[in-house]
């Protein structure tokens, strides 16, 4: 699956950002949401524990830091909305799809065709039968 496609890549890279300070607002809420969405949406996927758990403990780490370890973060409503529009235009564009074919139909698509898709895959770069 290409990195850019998923919405929490698109939060990951603002976080990093953040946390070096290159930008002075947190993505709190994109986190949380970005969270919420993947524990909705795993439950109703076929996928391994092992990768569920691994891929959970990625998407909360972001909401815990910001919320629980570093004392309030700035972070700014309408960035995060504006951050999930550049997201929906810039996929509408690349890839002619919009949030809800990515998050209802393709991922849950991807793990259903490859059920034994193990953590390891989910690093690798060269396509094979997991990248797809």
């Known amino acids: ?12 890279i603002w976080y990093i950002l953040y ?7 947190a993505p709190v809420i994109s986190g949380i949401l970005a969270t919420f969405v993947y524990v909705l949406l795993c439950t109703q996927m076929n996928i391994r524990t092992q990768v569920y758990c691994f891929l959970l403990l990625l998407h909360i780490i972001i909401p815990i830091d ?6 309030n973060p700035k972070y700014n ?19 002619n799809k919009n949030f ?9 698509a991807k ?10 895959d989910l690093f690798k770069l060269k396509k094979n039968k997991y990248n797809n």
Request: hydrophobic share 50%.
């Open 1 to 12: 699956m290409l990195k850019d496609y998923l919405f929490s890549n698109w939060v990951l």
């Open 19 to 25: 946390k070096i300070k290159l930008v002075k607002y």
């Open 66 to 71: 910001l919320i629980y370890l570093q004392k």
């Open 77 to 95: 409503l309408q960035l995060d909305v504006l951050l999930f529009l550049i997201y929906n235009i810039y996929i509408g564009i690349r890839y």
């Open 100 to 108: 809800y074919d990515i998050y209802i139909n393709d991922l849950p």
């Open 111 to 120: 793990f259903d065709r490859n059920p034994d898709l193990q953590i390891v």
